[in-house]
Protein backbone atom coordinates (compact mmCIF):
# COMPACT_ATOMS: atom_id res chain seq x y z
CA UNK A 1 0.00 0.00 0.00
CA UNK A 2 1.56 3.40 -1.15
CA UNK A 3 1.01 6.32 1.27
CA UNK A 4 2.24 10.22 1.26
CA UNK A 5 2.20 13.16 4.21
CA UNK A 6 -0.01 15.24 3.68
CA UNK A 7 0.59 19.17 4.59
CA UNK A 8 -0.14 18.52 8.67
CA UNK A 9 2.85 15.78 8.41
CA UNK A 10 0.04 13.04 8.46
CA UNK A 11 0.33 10.01 6.14
CA UNK A 12 -2.59 9.48 4.17
CA UNK A 13 -2.23 5.76 2.71
CA UNK A 14 -4.04 3.46 0.14
CA UNK A 15 -7.31 5.06 -1.69
CA UNK A 16 -6.69 8.31 0.43
CA UNK A 17 -3.57 8.78 -1.57
CA UNK A 18 -4.45 8.91 -4.88
CA UNK A 19 -6.82 12.18 -4.85
CA UNK A 20 -3.27 14.18 -3.39
CA UNK A 21 -1.64 12.64 -6.75
CA UNK A 22 -4.17 13.21 -9.18
CA UNK A 23 -4.24 16.37 -8.04
CA UNK A 24 -0.37 17.20 -8.43
CA UNK A 25 -0.92 15.51 -11.98
CA UNK A 26 -3.82 18.11 -12.62
CA UNK A 27 -1.73 21.19 -11.52
CA UNK A 28 1.15 20.26 -13.37
CA UNK A 29 -1.09 20.10 -16.37
CA UNK A 30 -2.92 23.80 -15.20
CA UNK A 31 0.53 25.30 -14.81
CA UNK A 32 2.15 23.97 -18.26
CA UNK A 33 -1.20 24.91 -20.09
CA UNK A 34 -0.78 28.52 -18.49
CA UNK A 35 2.77 28.80 -19.32
CA UNK A 36 2.06 28.32 -22.77
CA UNK A 37 -0.85 30.49 -23.12
CA UNK A 38 0.39 33.46 -20.47
CA UNK A 39 2.10 35.07 -23.93
CA UNK A 40 -0.54 34.92 -26.40
CA UNK A 41 -3.83 34.06 -24.43
CA UNK A 42 -5.53 35.63 -21.29
CA UNK A 43 -8.61 33.01 -21.90
CA UNK A 44 -6.35 30.30 -22.70
CA UNK A 45 -3.89 31.29 -19.14
CA UNK A 46 -7.31 31.13 -17.25
CA UNK A 47 -8.41 28.19 -18.21
CA UNK A 48 -4.92 26.62 -17.08
CA UNK A 49 -5.49 28.49 -13.94
CA UNK A 50 -8.69 26.78 -13.65
CA UNK A 51 -7.52 23.47 -13.76
CA UNK A 52 -5.00 24.17 -11.03
CA UNK A 53 -8.06 25.17 -8.90
CA UNK A 54 -9.79 21.90 -9.48
CA UNK A 55 -6.55 20.15 -8.13
CA UNK A 56 -6.41 22.29 -5.57
CA UNK A 57 -10.14 21.89 -4.37
CA UNK A 58 -9.31 17.85 -4.94
CA UNK A 59 -6.46 17.96 -2.46
CA UNK A 60 -8.44 20.40 -0.08
CA UNK A 61 -11.44 17.59 0.03
CA UNK A 62 -9.00 14.38 0.47
CA UNK A 63 -6.43 16.06 3.00
CA UNK A 64 -8.16 19.00 4.90
CA UNK A 65 -4.90 21.27 3.94
CA UNK A 66 -4.92 24.29 2.17
CA UNK A 67 -1.50 24.47 1.76
CA UNK A 68 -1.46 28.33 1.91
CA UNK A 69 0.86 29.74 4.64
CA UNK A 70 2.15 32.88 5.99
CA UNK A 71 4.46 34.73 3.76
CA UNK A 72 6.30 38.22 4.41
CA UNK A 73 3.81 39.59 1.14
CA UNK A 74 0.21 38.89 3.24
CA UNK A 75 0.12 42.14 5.06
CA UNK A 76 0.93 44.57 2.20
CA UNK A 77 -0.82 42.53 -0.35
CA UNK A 78 -4.02 42.74 1.69
CA UNK A 79 -3.68 46.19 3.18
CA UNK A 80 -3.44 47.35 -1.04
CA UNK A 81 -6.72 45.39 -1.83
CA UNK A 82 -8.45 46.59 1.35
CA UNK A 83 -7.52 49.90 0.22
CA UNK A 84 -8.88 49.59 -2.87
CA UNK A 85 -11.75 48.41 -1.92
CA UNK A 86 -12.29 51.13 0.23
CA UNK A 87 -11.65 53.19 -2.76
CA UNK A 88 -13.96 52.01 -4.91
CA UNK A 89 -16.83 52.25 -2.84
CA UNK A 90 -16.02 56.01 -1.86
CA UNK A 91 -15.20 56.88 -5.57
CA UNK A 92 -16.63 59.47 -8.08
CA UNK A 93 -18.57 56.81 -9.82
CA UNK A 94 -18.91 53.88 -7.42
CA UNK A 95 -20.67 51.37 -9.73
CA UNK A 96 -17.84 51.51 -12.16
CA UNK A 97 -15.60 51.15 -9.78
CA UNK A 98 -16.72 48.45 -7.56
CA UNK A 99 -17.51 46.47 -10.72
CA UNK A 100 -13.16 46.44 -11.12
CA UNK A 101 -12.79 45.07 -8.02
CA UNK A 102 -13.05 41.75 -9.77
CA UNK A 103 -10.29 42.24 -12.10
CA UNK A 104 -8.43 43.51 -8.96
CA UNK A 105 -8.74 39.66 -6.94
CA UNK A 106 -6.28 38.31 -9.51
CA UNK A 107 -4.00 38.17 -6.75
CA UNK A 108 -5.58 35.20 -5.31
CA UNK A 109 -3.07 33.56 -8.03
CA UNK A 110 -0.35 34.38 -5.81
CA UNK A 111 -1.80 31.77 -3.11
CA UNK A 112 -3.18 29.44 -5.51
CA UNK A 113 0.47 29.27 -6.87
CA UNK A 114 2.46 28.65 -3.55
CA UNK A 115 -0.37 25.79 -2.41
CA UNK A 116 -0.02 23.78 -5.50
CA UNK A 117 3.59 24.24 -7.36
CA UNK A 118 6.73 22.10 -6.20
CA UNK A 119 10.27 23.17 -7.14
CA UNK A 120 9.90 20.56 -10.35
CA UNK A 121 6.86 22.07 -11.52
CA UNK A 122 7.62 25.48 -11.25
CA UNK A 123 11.32 24.66 -13.57
CA UNK A 124 8.87 23.08 -16.24
CA UNK A 125 6.44 25.80 -16.24
CA UNK A 126 9.62 28.27 -16.84
CA UNK A 127 10.92 26.22 -19.27
CA UNK A 128 7.52 25.98 -20.94
CA UNK A 129 6.86 29.75 -20.89
CA UNK A 130 10.23 30.78 -22.49
CA UNK A 131 9.46 27.88 -25.39
CA UNK A 132 6.00 29.84 -25.63
CA UNK A 133 7.86 33.03 -25.82
CA UNK A 134 10.40 32.13 -28.52
CA UNK A 135 7.40 30.38 -30.47
CA UNK A 136 5.47 33.97 -30.71
CA UNK A 137 8.74 35.99 -31.58
CA UNK A 138 9.63 32.97 -34.70
CA UNK A 139 5.50 34.01 -35.55
CA UNK A 140 6.54 37.71 -35.64
CA UNK A 141 9.42 37.40 -37.38
CA UNK A 142 7.40 35.43 -39.88
CA UNK A 143 4.13 37.64 -40.36
CA UNK A 144 6.52 41.02 -40.77
CA UNK A 145 8.12 38.75 -43.26
CA UNK A 146 5.49 37.98 -45.18
CA UNK A 147 3.31 41.23 -44.20
CA UNK A 148 -0.67 42.29 -43.53
CA UNK A 149 -3.32 43.81 -45.16
CA UNK A 150 -3.77 46.12 -48.23
CA UNK A 151 -1.87 49.36 -48.54
CA UNK A 152 -4.38 52.17 -49.30
CA UNK A 153 -3.04 53.47 -52.43
CA UNK A 154 -6.06 55.22 -53.82
CA UNK A 155 -9.48 55.39 -52.58
CA UNK A 156 -11.61 56.44 -55.79
CA UNK A 157 -14.25 59.01 -56.15
CA UNK A 158 -17.40 57.49 -54.51
CA UNK A 159 -15.24 54.81 -52.23
CA UNK A 160 -17.48 54.10 -48.96
CA UNK A 161 -13.37 54.40 -47.44
CA UNK A 162 -13.67 58.25 -48.13
CA UNK A 163 -16.12 58.22 -45.36
CA UNK A 164 -13.52 56.79 -42.95
CA UNK A 165 -12.26 60.08 -41.78
CA UNK A 166 -8.78 59.04 -40.21
CA UNK A 167 -7.99 56.47 -43.10
CA UNK A 168 -5.03 57.50 -45.09
CA UNK A 169 -3.05 56.83 -48.15
CA UNK A 170 -0.40 54.62 -47.22
CA UNK A 171 -2.51 52.85 -44.10
CA UNK A 172 -2.98 49.01 -44.66
CA UNK A 173 -6.27 47.45 -44.26
CA UNK A 174 -5.81 43.86 -43.11
CA UNK A 175 -8.95 43.05 -41.65
CA UNK A 176 -12.94 43.78 -42.18
CA UNK A 177 -15.39 42.46 -39.67
CA UNK A 178 -12.88 40.62 -37.76
CA UNK A 179 -11.63 38.62 -41.16
CA UNK A 180 -7.60 38.89 -42.45
CA UNK A 181 -8.09 40.43 -45.91
CA UNK A 182 -4.75 39.83 -47.98
CA UNK A 183 -6.32 41.96 -51.56
CA UNK A 184 -8.92 44.46 -52.85
CA UNK A 185 -11.06 41.41 -53.91
CA UNK A 186 -11.06 39.98 -50.79
CA UNK A 187 -12.10 43.36 -49.19
CA UNK A 188 -14.81 43.90 -51.86
CA UNK A 189 -16.04 39.72 -50.57
CA UNK A 190 -16.01 40.77 -46.98
CA UNK A 191 -18.24 44.47 -47.80
CA UNK A 192 -20.83 42.12 -49.72
CA UNK A 193 -20.55 39.54 -47.18
CA UNK A 194 -22.19 41.83 -44.55
CA UNK A 195 -25.53 42.05 -44.04
CA UNK A 196 -27.42 45.26 -45.22
CA UNK A 197 -27.78 48.20 -42.86
CA UNK A 198 -24.68 46.98 -40.63
CA UNK A 199 -21.54 48.74 -40.14
CA UNK A 200 -18.42 47.19 -41.86
CA UNK A 201 -15.75 47.16 -39.26
CA UNK A 202 -12.22 47.86 -40.02
CA UNK A 203 -8.52 46.82 -38.42
CA UNK A 204 -6.02 49.33 -40.20
CA UNK A 205 -2.30 49.59 -39.50
CA UNK A 206 -2.09 53.45 -39.59
CA UNK A 207 1.63 55.20 -39.58
CA UNK A 208 2.55 51.76 -37.71
CA UNK A 209 -0.10 51.53 -35.11
CA UNK A 210 -3.26 49.10 -35.00
CA UNK A 211 -6.21 51.08 -34.69
CA UNK A 212 -9.81 49.59 -35.44
CA UNK A 213 -11.95 51.78 -36.73
CA UNK A 214 -15.95 51.83 -37.37
CA UNK A 215 -16.40 51.73 -41.17
CA UNK A 216 -19.36 52.59 -43.27
CA UNK A 217 -22.91 51.20 -44.02
CA UNK A 218 -23.37 48.15 -46.08
CA UNK A 219 -26.14 49.09 -48.26
CA UNK A 220 -27.91 47.18 -51.64
CA UNK A 221 -26.64 49.47 -53.68
CA UNK A 222 -23.08 49.21 -52.44
CA UNK A 223 -23.06 45.46 -52.64
CA UNK A 224 -24.02 45.65 -56.12
CA UNK A 225 -21.06 47.24 -57.18
CA UNK A 226 -18.34 46.00 -59.73
CA UNK A 227 -16.09 46.66 -56.37
CA UNK A 228 -17.74 48.00 -53.75
CA UNK A 229 -14.86 49.41 -51.82
CA UNK A 230 -13.62 51.55 -54.54
CA UNK A 231 -9.93 51.26 -53.63
CA UNK A 232 -6.94 50.97 -55.40
CA UNK A 233 -4.41 48.59 -53.39
CA UNK A 234 -0.98 48.02 -53.49
CA UNK A 235 0.80 44.92 -51.44
CA UNK A 236 1.02 44.18 -47.94
CA UNK A 237 2.80 46.37 -45.46
CA UNK A 238 5.59 45.57 -43.59
CA UNK A 239 4.91 48.50 -41.09
CA UNK A 240 3.43 47.39 -38.05
CA UNK A 241 4.10 46.32 -34.41
CA UNK A 242 4.55 42.71 -33.10
CA UNK A 243 2.50 41.00 -31.30
CA UNK A 244 2.68 37.34 -31.24
CA UNK A 245 -0.97 35.72 -31.47
CA UNK A 246 -2.22 38.22 -30.01
CA UNK A 247 -3.36 41.73 -31.22
CA UNK A 248 -1.92 44.40 -27.97
CA UNK A 249 1.87 44.98 -28.16
CA UNK A 250 2.02 46.50 -25.33
CA UNK A 251 0.57 43.30 -23.26
CA UNK A 252 2.99 41.24 -25.35
CA UNK A 253 6.23 42.84 -24.89
CA UNK A 254 6.01 43.96 -21.26
CA UNK A 255 5.17 39.87 -20.77
CA UNK A 256 8.03 39.36 -23.01
CA UNK A 257 10.19 40.99 -20.85
CA UNK A 258 9.69 38.81 -17.81
CA UNK A 259 10.23 35.65 -19.96
CA UNK A 260 13.48 37.00 -21.13
CA UNK A 261 14.92 37.35 -18.01
CA UNK A 262 13.75 34.05 -17.29
CA UNK A 263 15.86 33.20 -19.93
CA UNK A 264 18.81 34.66 -19.08
CA UNK A 265 19.14 33.36 -15.66
CA UNK A 266 18.84 29.42 -16.51
CA UNK A 267 21.32 30.46 -19.17
CA UNK A 268 24.26 32.17 -16.76
CA UNK A 269 22.80 29.47 -13.85
CA UNK A 270 24.05 26.80 -16.42
CA UNK A 271 27.29 28.50 -17.38
CA UNK A 272 28.08 29.29 -13.94
CA UNK A 273 28.17 25.90 -12.84
CA UNK A 274 29.85 25.03 -16.33
CA UNK A 275 27.90 23.55 -18.20
CA UNK A 276 28.57 24.33 -21.69
CA UNK A 277 26.05 22.06 -23.45
CA UNK A 278 22.71 22.57 -24.98
CA UNK A 279 20.90 22.88 -21.65
CA UNK A 280 23.53 26.40 -21.50
CA UNK A 281 23.12 27.48 -25.19
CA UNK A 282 19.47 26.97 -25.63
CA UNK A 283 18.25 29.52 -22.84
CA UNK A 284 20.91 32.03 -23.59
CA UNK A 285 19.97 31.55 -28.02
CA UNK A 286 16.32 31.95 -26.13
CA UNK A 287 16.95 34.95 -24.55
CA UNK A 288 18.49 36.95 -27.46
CA UNK A 289 15.80 36.02 -29.45
CA UNK A 290 12.90 37.43 -26.99
CA UNK A 291 14.71 40.99 -27.20
CA UNK A 292 14.65 40.66 -30.93
CA UNK A 293 10.54 40.09 -30.10
CA UNK A 294 10.39 43.04 -27.56
CA UNK A 295 12.40 45.25 -30.14
CA UNK A 296 9.91 44.31 -33.03
CA UNK A 297 6.94 45.30 -30.72
CA UNK A 298 8.95 48.97 -31.47
CA UNK A 299 7.81 49.70 -27.09
CA UNK A 300 10.48 51.95 -26.37
CA UNK A 301 10.30 51.75 -22.73
CA UNK A 302 9.73 47.98 -22.22
CA UNK A 303 13.02 47.67 -24.30
CA UNK A 304 14.94 50.10 -21.61
CA UNK A 305 13.36 47.87 -18.99
CA UNK A 306 14.89 44.91 -20.65
CA UNK A 307 17.97 46.39 -20.54
CA UNK A 308 17.40 46.89 -16.92
CA UNK A 309 16.24 43.83 -15.78
CA UNK A 310 19.00 41.92 -18.05
CA UNK A 311 21.70 43.83 -16.04
CA UNK A 312 20.41 43.07 -12.43
CA UNK A 313 20.61 39.69 -13.29
CA UNK A 314 23.92 39.44 -14.58
CA UNK A 315 25.39 41.83 -11.72
CA UNK A 316 23.57 39.07 -8.95
CA UNK A 317 25.33 36.19 -10.73
CA UNK A 318 28.30 37.69 -10.31
CA UNK A 319 28.80 37.07 -14.78
CA UNK A 320 32.30 37.42 -15.80
CA UNK A 321 34.20 36.90 -18.66
CA UNK A 322 32.46 35.84 -21.76
CA UNK A 323 29.36 35.66 -20.29
CA UNK A 324 29.22 39.13 -19.46
CA UNK A 325 30.03 40.27 -22.79
CA UNK A 326 27.65 37.88 -24.23
CA UNK A 327 25.08 39.84 -22.08
CA UNK A 328 26.03 43.05 -23.04
CA UNK A 329 25.99 42.09 -26.58
CA UNK A 330 22.72 40.45 -26.47
CA UNK A 331 21.10 44.02 -24.80
CA UNK A 332 23.43 46.13 -27.18
CA UNK A 333 22.08 44.21 -30.60
CA UNK A 334 18.29 43.86 -28.57
CA UNK A 335 18.36 48.34 -27.96
CA UNK A 336 19.76 48.43 -31.50
CA UNK A 337 17.56 46.45 -33.86
CA UNK A 338 14.69 48.43 -31.31
CA UNK A 339 15.75 51.80 -32.43
CA UNK A 340 15.52 50.49 -36.22
CA UNK A 341 12.27 49.11 -35.55
CA UNK A 342 10.69 52.24 -33.49
CA UNK A 343 12.62 54.35 -36.29
CA UNK A 344 11.01 51.99 -39.38
CA UNK A 345 7.81 51.60 -38.19
CA UNK A 346 6.50 54.51 -35.81
CA UNK A 347 5.67 58.03 -35.94
CA UNK A 348 8.64 60.90 -36.79
CA UNK A 349 10.06 61.82 -33.70
CA UNK A 350 9.69 58.49 -31.94
CA UNK A 351 13.52 58.03 -31.25
CA UNK A 352 13.96 61.28 -29.41
CA UNK A 353 10.07 60.99 -27.70
CA UNK A 354 9.28 64.05 -29.53
CA UNK A 355 6.32 62.38 -31.36
CA UNK A 356 2.27 62.55 -30.93
CA UNK A 357 2.20 59.59 -28.62
CA UNK A 358 4.89 60.89 -26.28
CA UNK A 359 3.56 64.37 -25.92
CA UNK A 360 -0.10 63.17 -25.38
CA UNK A 361 1.48 60.51 -22.26
CA UNK A 362 3.44 63.86 -20.70
CA UNK A 363 -0.48 65.78 -20.93
CA UNK A 364 -2.16 63.17 -19.48
CA UNK A 365 0.50 63.02 -16.47
CA UNK A 366 0.43 66.66 -16.30
CA UNK A 367 -3.33 66.79 -15.37
CA UNK A 368 -3.67 63.24 -13.51
CA UNK A 369 -0.62 64.33 -11.51
CA UNK A 370 -2.37 67.65 -10.81
CA UNK A 371 -5.38 66.24 -9.37
CA UNK A 372 -3.64 64.12 -7.07
CA UNK A 373 -3.89 66.38 -4.37
CA UNK A 374 -7.58 67.42 -4.55
CA UNK A 375 -8.01 63.39 -3.66
CA UNK A 376 -5.04 62.44 -1.98
CA UNK A 377 -6.19 59.55 0.56
CA UNK A 378 -8.57 57.27 -1.36
CA UNK A 379 -8.05 58.80 -5.44
CA UNK A 380 -11.26 59.46 -7.20
CA UNK A 381 -11.63 55.90 -7.97
CA UNK A 382 -10.77 53.36 -10.62
CA UNK A 383 -12.02 53.85 -14.26
CA UNK A 384 -14.06 56.98 -12.50
CA UNK A 385 -12.31 59.58 -15.32
CA UNK A 386 -14.10 57.42 -17.60
CA UNK A 387 -17.33 59.87 -17.12
CA UNK A 388 -15.26 62.72 -16.39
CA UNK A 389 -12.37 62.82 -18.89
CA UNK A 390 -13.21 66.01 -19.99
CA UNK A 391 -14.87 67.48 -17.16
CA UNK A 392 -11.51 66.96 -15.43
CA UNK A 393 -9.11 68.40 -18.06
CA UNK A 394 -7.85 65.51 -19.78
CA UNK A 395 -6.84 66.00 -23.61
CA UNK A 396 -8.32 64.94 -26.28
CA UNK A 397 -11.38 62.98 -26.73
CA UNK A 398 -9.47 59.01 -26.38
CA UNK A 399 -9.85 57.84 -22.41
CA UNK A 400 -6.13 57.02 -21.71
CA UNK A 401 -4.60 55.74 -18.36
CA UNK A 402 -1.68 57.73 -16.91
CA UNK A 403 1.42 55.27 -18.55
CA UNK A 404 2.62 55.04 -14.78
CA UNK A 405 1.81 52.72 -12.45
CA UNK A 406 2.47 54.88 -9.44
CA UNK A 407 0.80 57.69 -10.65
CA UNK A 408 -1.94 55.93 -11.97
CA UNK A 409 -2.44 54.06 -8.53
CA UNK A 410 -2.23 57.35 -6.94
CA UNK A 411 -5.23 59.19 -8.92
CA UNK A 412 -7.54 56.17 -8.85
CA UNK A 413 -7.09 54.87 -4.87
CA UNK A 414 -4.57 57.43 -3.34
CA UNK A 415 -1.38 58.13 -1.99
CA UNK A 416 -1.65 55.55 0.40
CA UNK A 417 -2.11 52.94 -2.25
CA UNK A 418 1.04 53.41 -3.62
CA UNK A 419 3.03 53.16 -0.67
CA UNK A 420 1.36 49.45 0.02
CA UNK A 421 2.50 48.55 -3.28
CA UNK A 422 5.88 50.06 -3.00
CA UNK A 423 6.06 47.64 0.00
CA UNK A 424 4.88 44.70 -2.12
CA UNK A 425 7.33 45.14 -4.77
CA UNK A 426 10.25 45.54 -1.52
CA UNK A 427 9.34 42.21 0.03
CA UNK A 428 8.95 40.84 -3.33
CA UNK A 429 12.51 41.68 -3.88
CA UNK A 430 14.18 41.16 -0.66
CA UNK A 431 12.64 37.65 -0.79
CA UNK A 432 13.90 36.89 -4.65
CA UNK A 433 16.69 37.59 -3.70
CA UNK A 434 17.47 35.03 -0.60
CA UNK A 435 15.82 32.89 -2.79
CA UNK A 436 18.60 32.98 -5.14
CA UNK A 437 21.66 33.02 -2.85
CA UNK A 438 19.82 30.27 -1.23
CA UNK A 439 20.07 27.86 -4.76
CA UNK A 440 23.18 29.80 -6.12
CA UNK A 441 25.83 27.45 -4.62
CA UNK A 442 23.33 24.04 -5.16
CA UNK A 443 23.91 21.83 -8.00
CA UNK A 444 20.11 22.48 -9.04
CA UNK A 445 21.13 24.97 -11.90
CA UNK A 446 17.13 25.33 -13.03
CA UNK A 447 15.90 26.13 -10.08
CA UNK A 448 18.99 28.21 -9.08
CA UNK A 449 18.38 30.09 -12.80
CA UNK A 450 14.45 30.67 -12.12
CA UNK A 451 15.39 32.52 -9.11
CA UNK A 452 17.52 34.61 -10.51
CA UNK A 453 15.96 35.73 -13.59
CA UNK A 454 13.06 36.37 -11.31
CA UNK A 455 15.12 38.69 -9.79
CA UNK A 456 15.40 40.03 -13.12
CA UNK A 457 11.76 40.09 -14.22
CA UNK A 458 10.76 42.28 -11.18
CA UNK A 459 13.75 44.69 -11.98
CA UNK A 460 12.40 45.33 -15.52
CA UNK A 461 8.61 45.30 -14.35
CA UNK A 462 9.37 47.94 -11.80
CA UNK A 463 11.53 49.89 -14.27
CA UNK A 464 8.44 49.65 -16.93
CA UNK A 465 6.30 50.43 -14.39
CA UNK A 466 7.24 53.69 -13.86
CA UNK A 467 6.46 54.59 -17.60
CA UNK A 468 4.12 52.13 -18.32
CA UNK A 469 0.56 50.90 -16.46
CA UNK A 470 1.76 47.09 -16.37
CA UNK A 471 0.38 46.32 -13.22
CA UNK A 472 -2.85 47.34 -14.55
CA UNK A 473 -2.73 44.57 -16.92
CA UNK A 474 -4.00 41.46 -16.67
CA UNK A 475 -1.79 39.14 -18.61
CA UNK A 476 1.19 41.04 -16.88
CA UNK A 477 0.13 40.95 -13.54
CA UNK A 478 -0.49 36.98 -13.68
CA UNK A 479 3.09 36.69 -14.33
CA UNK A 480 3.79 38.85 -11.53
CA UNK A 481 1.62 37.20 -9.17
CA UNK A 482 2.90 33.57 -10.30
CA UNK A 483 6.48 34.19 -9.40
CA UNK A 484 5.66 35.61 -6.56
CA UNK A 485 4.39 32.31 -6.00
CA UNK A 486 7.09 30.73 -6.93
CA UNK A 487 9.54 32.11 -4.89
CA UNK A 488 8.03 31.30 -1.76
CA UNK A 489 7.80 27.79 -3.09
CA UNK A 490 11.86 28.16 -4.17
CA UNK A 491 12.23 29.19 -0.47
CA UNK A 492 10.39 26.72 1.42
CA UNK A 493 11.69 23.49 -0.23
CA UNK A 494 15.46 24.71 0.35
Known sequence: MTSERNGHGAYVGGDAARAPRAARAVALAGFVLYAAAAPHSIAGAWMGLALVVAAWLVRLLATREPGVRPTPFDFPLWLLYAWTVLSAFLSAEPRISIAKLASVGTFLVFYLTQAMLTRRMAAVAAVVLVASGVAGTLWSLGEIARGRGVVVVEMKDGSPLRQVADLRQGDAIWRVNEGRVSSVEEIDEAIRRTPTGEVVRLSVVARGEHVEWPGFVATDELKR????????????????????????????????????????????????RRRRGVTAWLPFVAFVLLGAGIALTAMRTTLAAFAVGAVVVAWRATARG??????????????????????RTRAGGALTLSDPSASLRVQVARVAAGRVPLHPVFGHGMDAVQRHWQEWGFPGTDMLHTHSTPLQLAFDRGLPAVLFWLWLLAAFWLAATRAERLWRDTDDAATHGLALGTTGALAGFAASSLVNYNFGDSEVALLLWWLMGAIVVLSREQ
Open 225 to 272: RASPSGLTGGGPTRRFRASGWTRHYETYAEVLQMVAQLALGLALAFLL
Open 322 to 343: RARVFVVAAVAFALAFGAVIVW
